[in-house]
T-cell receptor
Framework: GENVEQHPSTLSVQEGDSAVIKCTYS??????FPWYKQELGKGPQLIID?????GEKKDQRIAVTLNKTAKHFSLHITETQPEDSAVYFC?????????????FGQGTILTVHP | NAGVMQNPRHLVRRRGQEARLRCSPM?????VYWYRQLPEEGLKFMVY????????ESGMPKERFSAEFPKEGPSILRIQQVVRGDSAAYFC????????????FGNGTRLTVT
């Protein structure tokens, strides 16, 4: 089955700096890669996603890059703010299923210091 | 426009009791997923349902766990004879279609087995 590895497990940055979180996946048939933000006591919230026919996608301060050859994808947050502090999860779909059967990474605790 | 509603938010059960977790998908969504999150881990897929049908239950333990999504009413995840290892956060997600649709998660039910 699919295996998703996420690094780092914790990330601490100063407000205004950039943050980068990286994930690798094992199933070459995977073609959908979402990123979720989870705040304490809440469910995961989709912040950005990318499909395998696209190499990069940007939404304001958030961007995701995908390298299908190397089977890795990354989340980039620029100009970080204290409200960006949360746990971030990457995920990959179970290749070939096309529906919402996702394998999640272990999560990254991002702390943005004012 | 209400999101995915899960109840109860917190559930305490003694070993051997039954736990029933409810999920009402977003309006217009007919696809429901259940995920489990153990402390400090990512989410793990359990089951995917459409109205009156289980599509994929490959992530659900074969014993004691069952799920349904009836024609009327919420989806139910049922755990019989709970054990301490069942303590976790259980998240429900919904999507408008099965294929290529982002998942929208609820805020979860936190089950504690004493």
């Amino acid at each position: 089955g699919e295996n998703v590895e996420q690094h780092p497990s914790t990330l601490s940055v100063q407000e205004g700096d950039s943050a980068v979180i990286k994930c690798t996946y094992s199933d070459s048939a995977s073609n959908y890669f979402p990123w979720y933000k989870q705040e304490l006591g809440k469910g995961p919230q989709l912040i950005i996603d990318i499909r395998s026919n696209v190499g990069e996608k940007k939404d304001q301060r958030i961007a995701v890059t995908l390298n299908k050859t190397a089977k890795h994808f990354s989340l980039h947050i620029t100009e970080t703010q204290p409200e960006d502090s949360a746990v971030y999860f990457c995920a990959a779909d179970a290749g070939g299923t096309s529906y919402g059967k996702l394998t999640f990474g272990q999560g990254t605790i991002l702390t943005v210091h004012p | 426009n209400a999101g995915v509603m899960q109840n109860p938010r917190h559930l305490v059960r003694r070993r051997g009791q039954e736990a029933r977790l409810r999920c009402s998908p977003m309006k217009g969504h007919s696809h429901v997923y259940w995920y489990r999150q153990l402390p400090e881990e990512g989410l793990k897929f359990m089951v995917y349902l459409q109205k009156e049908n289980i599509i994929d239950e490959s992530g659900m333990p074969k014993e004691r766990f069952s799920a349904e999504f009836p024609k009327e009413g919420p989806s139910i995840l049922r755990i019989q004879q709970v054990v301490r290892g069942d303590s976790a956060a259980y998240f429900c997600a919904s999507s408008p279609a099965g294929v290529d649709s982002p998942l929208h998660f609820g805020n979860g039910t936190r089950l504690t087995v004493t």
